[in-house]
Nanobody
Framework: QVQLVESGGGSVQAGGSLRLSCAASGYTDSSYSMGWFRQAPGKEREQVAI???????SYADSLKGRFTISKDNAKHTLYLQMNSLKLEDTAMYYC????????????????WGQGTQVTVSS
């Protein structure tokens, strides 16, 4: 059973940076694609960034240039570096994983973390 545990969320002023981490367990290979999603209060969950098992990346258009997704296969850890944070980045951020990249791209991965809250203030 794959388990995903996010960390690194918190409160930050606009313009600041945060790095989220997602520790994965329950599998030993690097065949999983992983990604970050977020959900703000009163809004639908949206895709933030995805990284395929081979390292290819995909970002929401509005976040390109500010957010960077990466992973350390040896540590089974996914990261999201968030820079120049804006008020509208406030949301619960979720880590997700699946062996099928297309499921992540459709927002339907098989495994989800519990989420970590990011709050950006002025």
């Amino acid at each position: 059973q794959v388990q995903l545990v996010e960390s690194g969320g918190g409160s930050v002023q606009a313009g600041g940076s945060l790095r989220l981490s997602c520790a994965a367990s329950g599998y030993t290979d690097s065949s999983y694609s992983m990604g970050w999603f977020r959900q703000a209060p009163g809004k639908e969950r949206e895709q933030v960034a995805i990284i395929g098992s081979g390292g290819s990346t995909s970002y929401a258009d509005s976040l390109k240039g500010r957010f960077t997704i990466s992973k350390d296969n040896a540590k089974h850890t996914l990261y999201l570096q968030m820079n120049s944070l804006k008020l509208e980045d406030t949301a619960m951020y979720y880590c997700a994983a699946d062996t099928a990249l297309w499921r992540l791209l459709l927002g339907q991965p098989g495994y989800w973390g519990q989420g970590t809250q990011v709050t950006v203030s002025s």
